[in-house]
Structure formats: structure tokens, C-alpha cells
């Protein structure tokens, strides 16, 4: 069996309904493994940048990136190269903080994390924290003792470093 | 630009993609286009069900190597089509469906898309995993370029099927239309050159085997590229093998061909797969049915894969030359090159093999009582049947004994469906081959069962003038399934049996076609000329023994070395 580890795509799509639908479509009907899957506009506002964030061995990501690129909607694949990219995850974070101690405590580690306190009631804070994948779960590590009441993360969004680039001339 | 509807728009960019035919039925939403149609000068064929539109469409295509169309209503409509559209996917063939669809907006609010409005559904939802392209048209001007693209993809590089959803009140709305001949598609961009370092390899791999096999499937019919295999395996003197997609590529009569291969392949293609030192794979996508176990496939082989589609390489197997090209240009340059290195070699010991295997007795059929043995009665229909004629299959032992024992010279004159295997195909399939074929004889060769699947085509066939031949091999049994259970399952027949319904003969003649029994090989052989020449399609009702099994057989899961070739 090959090692079967996480590996970042970048797919630059068609900007327009249902190619969502049809790329994780693809995922579904050939069974391959979304890790995360986070999509947005790129610089051209007719092109959309998805970052697939998928689990499999060397052979199922050759698959993926193929089968990718035969769907019509999707007009270019890169597999990023782990050792040369910027990936970043963004999450809020709910945090139960009943007492002043708590508060202290949460705002104290949102400091170090570089994290950011964004909404506060009398029963909970709310953090949002970015960074790498690794920095985020560390965090929310620091924060399950005093009780998470929500998470949401946006999944892996990831760029080359350098002159490299996913575009489309 | 010129100003109109956006019915008279989809049948004006038909009629300039040269369509002639289109198979469907009508129904609410779809209406403003046949009404166009009526007059149009565009042949409409009436199916009885629009599965069988879809078929008929792909049958066309086969037999002809043009795009077929087919449309249907919205709803139930278009997912009737679904069956067929999923075959010419599996098949990699060139079938373009327009379906109607509800409105897109309405004054009553509950007639939009999205609404379940009544006949609506999410066609373009349902196909996405079944097509090569699809699109929902939202306002009639974008009509042309949809029209364009989904020829321009189902047609070139791999083949197949494509969508184009119609809603009503696109179909109506009048607008400015361009119409262009420009497929500039930014995430479409099909490749046909061969890379040469890859060929170059491939070449010296060929140059340096002793025992060279070729598997050829579909992709060499697409691609048109027979006479370029043909020189190819000449020169090298290298054996061919087909699989079923690929039956035909190759004329069968020649010494080097070796029939299909797989779970019902020849005892001589199965053998020889399993002792070649390099397999040239053309245009074939290693289904199961052909490898057989995957890790018992061509053990000692080294592996050259011709393919259009690059998914398909590394998909099912690990090879050792990967070419993404077409199979004709690739073909033709590794011949050039080869040319020039190569003497060739009469008497090899490679072909040797192959001629020693090849003159071994094929597995006799014991004839008992009865000289109606399906093998017999196929072979016999070959030498019935004039070289251009083109035969269609069911699914199930009709199948499987029509691609043992029908001799194929040509492409183009054997289909049958190979990845999905759609029972109920083959018949809709021979009325969309006579109609791209009309001088061709079309024969039909299916099992009781399956045609049970899509017999109301005879209403078309018969009001259509579109007569083909259909021989029944009737053993009242779903018979593949029954063998599987004699086999293994202890011969547990559970659900196969067909009882002796319906009187076939009674059948056709209810539709105005012909039927007629027959209970010796010599009545089958008379029965058959006449039909050939009838106006009329011809329903030949052949009773089998329902103990009938299919030989040799390779058990699903096991290798091409596990080959059964007998019962017992």
C-alpha cells in the first residue's frame, strides 16, 4: 500500500452555478476523500480558484487531477507542492466564558495566537484565528478545557510561493 | 445577427451540424420546438419510450460515426433518457439529448423552475455524472453556442453523450442570434499528437519483444485508425486481440486476429494475452471484463497504452509507456519508425504459437437432438449475412455467443453495449443503425428476455419503414443470469424464469411486422434470407434449451488463466 497523506489541489474554475455541484460530484461518484474544499473568486472575476484539500496515495491524486481536468467547467489543475506554499485556514471559534478568569485566560492565548476576540456576550467570547491548518488545531487544543460551544473553518486556501503561479492568461 | 425564436434557433445550429434525423417524443414542454420541426425538413423518428430515442440515437451513431440526437419532454421525458444517455457514456459514444424543461420564471410563480412544477426535473442534476457536457440555456440567444459546443465536445477527443436542457419559455422568447462556428471552450482543449519520447519508447519496446500482443478496443472504431493496426501488426507479425467495444477493428478472418478477450474472450486470445512479452493497448480502457483479476493480467508484459483520455491511463492498470494520443496518429508513427529498423519475420516462434493455438479445435458444441445450438445458428447467420451488414446485440448469452461467434470484418458493423450493458439495447440500437445505414442489412441478435425490454419499437419500426431483423434465441430464462446460477449459486434459479410469454410471433404481427418460428438450423437459415429481403422487420423466434451455457467463460474475480471451457 502507498502512504496515503494529504495533498493540496488548486483548480481554477468557470465562476458560475453548478460547478461546485460538478466537482464534488466527481469526488462523490469516484470515491475520493474531500478533506476541504473552499472556493472563491480569484482576479479574474470570471474564474473562481478552488484549494481541495484530498487524502489518498500518490496514485489517487494522479486520478483526481485527471479526472479534474476532464471536466469541461474546470479549465486548469495544479497539485501545489508542499514544501513551497502559503496555506492558510481562517476560524471562529465559541468559547464558554462565564467568569473573569476564563475571559483572561481566552484573551490571554488569542494574544499569543495572534488571534482576535470578535464578539462577546455575557456567557461566551468568539475568537477568529488564521493560520496554518496545524496553528488553528493547536488553538482549539488550548480552548476545548473551557468548553467550545461552535467552530466553523473555512478549509485550507493555499497559493505557490514566488513567481509560480495557477492563471489563467 | 438575425431576430428569432429560440425553438427556430435550436433547429436552425441543427441543421447547421448537418443534422438529418432526430429520434423522441414529444410532450407540454418540448412543444414549440417540434412545432418548428413540422416543418423544418429534419426527419423526426417517433420512439415509443424515450430510453429507446436515446438508443436509437447511439445506434446511429455507431453505425455511422456521426453525432445521433434524440430529444424528449421534460420530467419523466428526459429521465427516461437517462438509461441511454448512461450506455453511450459507458460506450464512449456521440448521442446529444435536448430535453425541454418548465419555464423559467411565470407569472404564477409556481410554474418556475425549482418549484416542482409539474413534469419538472433537475435533468442537468441527474446527467452531470453522465455526460461529457451539459448545459441549462437561459435565455434563447444562448441557444447557437450551446448547440455548437455540445457537438463540438460529445464528438471530439473521447466521445460522448451531451445535454442540452430547453426551458419553455427559452423555447419562445424571440431574440437577436449569432450564429458562429466558434468552439473556443477555455477548459476543453482535447490533444490527438502523440509525445514522441513516449513513442520512441514504445517503438523500442516493440522492436526488442518476441512476443508483441495487441489489445484494441473502442478507440480504434473512434478513431478510425483499422488499416493503420493492420499494418502495424502485420509488420510485426504481432497477434490482435479485441475487446468487445473494440470487435470489428480487426478483420476476424485474418491469421493474426485472435477475437475478443476476457470473461467470454476466445480460449486462444485469453491464452496468448498471458504469455506476451509486450501488450500495445489501444484504445481501450481495461475494464474488468476484459482484464479479468487485474493482478493476474499479462503478468510477464511490459505495457504500451494508446488512450485519448488520459484518466484512463494508470486508471486500472500500471503501465509502462503512457501515450495520450489518438490512436490513428500514434499508430501511424510508430509504424513509420519501425519500418526502417525492422525485417520482417514470417516464421517467428511468436506466430508459430499463435497458428498452433489457432488450428487447435475451438470448443466443439455437442449437438444432441437439436442442431439449433446458438454458436451454430450465428455462424450460419455470418455467411447469411453480405460483409457490409451490421449486427446488434442484447445483453446477456445472446451477447456474449453473437461476440464469440460472429465473425466481424468491419468497423462500424458490430455494436453492442459494452460498459452499461443495457438489456433492451440492442433492438432500438438496429433501427438507429438502418437508419444511418439504410442499404445495410441490420440484424438484431437478442434473448427473450431482453427484448421483452424494448419490443414497442416494432410500432416504430413498422410505421417508421425502418425494417431490421430480430432473432430471438428463446430460452424463456434470463439466460446469462441462470448460467451464473448453474454455476454458482447450487442452480438456484431465483427470478429468472420467463415462462413461455410472450408468443413472439403473436407479438410482431400485433405491430404489423412479420414473426415467424423456427425449429431447425435449415428453417432459421431460410426464414433469415427471406427476412433480409422484407419491407417489413421480421421477428425470428429460435427456441434454445434453457441449459445452454456460454463457453468458455472466465469466472468474474478470477484471471484469464482460470478459463472455463466446458461445463462440468
Known amino acids: 500500500m502507498m502512504k496515503e497523506q494529504n495533498h493540496i489541489i488548486s483548480a481554477i474554475v468557470e465562476h458560475k452555478p453548478g460547478v461546485l455541484y460538478t466537482v464534488a460530484n466527481l469526488f462523490r461518484r469516484r470515491g475520493f476523500n474531500i478533506e476541504s474544499i473552499s472556493v472563491g473568486p480569484t482576479e479574474q472575476s470570471d474564474l473562481a480558484r478552488m484549494t481541495i484539500t ?8 494522479e486520478q483526481v487531477v485527471k479526472q479534474l481536468n476532464k471536466l469541461v467547467d474546470v479549465i486548469k489543475v495544479s497539485r501545489l507542492d508542499p514544501t513551497s506554499i502559503v496555506t492558510r485556514e481562517l476560524a471562529l471559534i465559541k468559547v464558554r466564558a462565564l467568569d473573569t478568569k476564563v475571559r483572561s485566560d481566552v484573551i490571554n492565548y488569542a494574544d499569543i495566537f495572534r488571534a482576535r476576540v470578535v464578539d462577546v456576550s455575557s ?8 493560520g496554518t491548518s496545524d496553528k488553528i488545531d493547536a488553538f482549539l487544543d488550548l480552548m476545548k478545557p473551557f468548553g467550545v460551544k461552535e467552530v466553523g473553518r473555512t478549509g485550507i486556501t493555499a497559493l505557490s510561493r514566488g513567481v509560480k503561479s495557477v492563471k489563467i492568461e | 445577427m438575425v431576430k428569432m425564436s429560440g425553438a427556430q434557433a435550436l433547429i436552425e445550429a441543427l441543421k447547421r451540424q448537418n443534422v438529418e434525423v432526430i429520434f423522441g417524443i414529444s410532450g407540454g414542454s418540448i412543444l414549440p420546438i417540434h412545432d418548428v420541426l413540422y416543418d423544418s425538413g429534419i426527419r423526426h423518428i417517433l420512439s415509443r419510450h424515450e430510453q429507446c430515442a436515446a438508443h436509437a440515437a447511439d445506434g446511429y451513431a455507431r453505425a455511422s460515426g456521426r453525432p445521433g440526437v434524440c430529444m424528449a419532454t421534460s420530467g419523466p421525458g428526459a429521465t427516461n433518457l437517462v438509461t441511454g444517455i448512461a450506455n453511450a457514456y459507458l460506450d464512449s459514444s456521440p448521442v446529444i439529448a435536448f430535453t425541454g424543461q418548465v419555464n423559467t420564471f411565470s407569472v404564477n410563480s409556481s410554474y418556475m423552475i425549482g418549484r416542482d412544477a409539474f413534469q419538472e426535473a433537475d435533468i442537468i442534476g441527474i446527467t452531470t455524472p453522465i455526460t461529457k457536457y451539459n448545459y441549462q440555456v437561459k435565455s434563447p440567444s444562448e441557444i447557437p453556442r450551446a448547440v455548437r459546443l455540445a457537438f463540438y465536445i460529445a464528438t471530439t477527443g473521447r466521445p460522448g453523450p451531451a445535454l ?3 426551458p419553455k419559455n427559452v423555447q419562445t422568447e424571440v431574440e437577436e442570434m449569432e450564429f458562429s462556428r466558434n468552439v473556443e471552450v477555455r477548459g476543453y482543449k482535447p490533444k490527438t499528437e502523440p509525445h514522441p519520447i513516449q513513442v520512441k519508447k514504445a517503438v523500442k519496446l516493440l522492436l526488442e519483444a518476441e512476443r508483441p500482443i495487441v489489445l484494441a478496443g473502442g478507440g480504434v472504431i473512434i478513431s478510425k485508425a483499422s488499416p493503420e493496426l493492420l499494418e502495424l501488426a502485420e509488420l510485426l507479425m504481432m497477434p490482435v486481440a479485441t475487446t468487445l467495444m473494440g470487435k470489428g477493428c480487426f478483420p476476424e478472418d485474418h491469421p493474426l486476429s485472435l477475437g475478443d478477450v476476457g470473461m467470454h474472450g476466445t ?7 498471458l504469455e506476451s512479452d509486450v501488450l500495445l493497448a489501444v484504445g481501450t480502457r481495461f475494464s474488468d471484463r476484459t482484464t479479468g483479476n487485474i493482478d493476474e493480467f499479462c503478468p510477464d508484459a511490459k505495457i504500451i497504452h494508446v488512450d485519448i483520455d488520459a484518466a484512463e491511463i494508470g486508471k486500472n492498470v500500471e503501465v509502462d509507456v503512457p501515450i495520450v494520443a489518438d490512436a490513428k496518429e500514434t499508430l501511424s508513427l510508430i509504424h513509420r519508425l519501425l519500418i526502417y529498423q525492422l525485417k520482417k519475420q514470417e516464421n517467428s516462434p511468436w506466430f508459430n504459437r499463435v497458428k498452433e493455438l489457432k488450428d487447435q479445435p475451438q470448443n466443439e458444441t455437442d449437438l444432441g437432438d437439436c442442431d439449433l445450438k446458438p454458436p451454430l445458428l450465428i455462424k450460419e447467420l455470418r455467411k447469411i449475412l453480405p460483409e457490409n451488414a451490421i449486427v446488434t446485440t442484447e445483453v446477456g448469452q445472446n451477447q456474449m455467443w453473437a461476440a464469440l461467434h460472429f465473425e466481424t470484418h468491419k468497423p462500424r458493423t458490430f455494436i ?16 438507429g443503425a438502418k437508419v444511418a445505414c439504410p442499404g445495410c442489412a441490420v440484424v438484431d441478435i437478442a434473448g427473450d428476455g431482453s427484448f421483452i425490454m424494448t419490443e414497442q419499437e416494432l410500432a416504430c419500426s413498422v410505421l417508421e419503414k425502418i425494417p431490421v431483423t430480430v432473432i430471438v434465441l428463446n430460452n424463456s430464462m434470463l439466460g446469462m443470469v441462470a448460467q451464473w446460477q448453474r454455476l454458482f449459486y ?3 434459479y431465483s427470478a429468472v424464469e420467463l415462462g413461455k410469454a410472450p408468443d413472439f410471433v403473436k407479438l410482431a404481427e400485433a405491430y404489423g411486422a412479420q414473426g415467424v418460428h423456427v425449429g431447425s438450423l435449415k428453417e432459421f437459415s431460410e426464414t433469415m434470407k427471406k427476412a433480409l429481403k422484407s419491407e417489413v422487420t421480421t421477428v425470428i423466434d429460435v427456441p434454445i434449451s434453457p441449459e445452454e451455457n456460454v463457453f468458455p467463460m472466465v469466472p468474474a474475480g478470477k484471471g484469464l488463466k482460470d478459463i472455463i471451457e466446458r461445463a462440468g
Open chain 1, 54 to 61: 484530498v487524502k489518498g496515495d500518490e496514485r489517487t491524486i
Open chain 1, 123 to 130: 456567557e461566551s467570547l468568539m475568537v477568529e484565528i488564521t
Open chain 2, 416 to 431: 453492442s453495449s459494452g460498459g452499461l450493458g443495457t438489456m433492451g439495447f440492442g433492438f432500438p440500437a438496429a433501427l
Open chain 2, 490 to 492: 447450487k442452480r438456484r
Open chain 2, 267 to 273: 480460449r486462444v486470445a485469453n491464452k496468448l494475452m
Open chain 2, 164 to 166: 442540452v436542457d430547453l
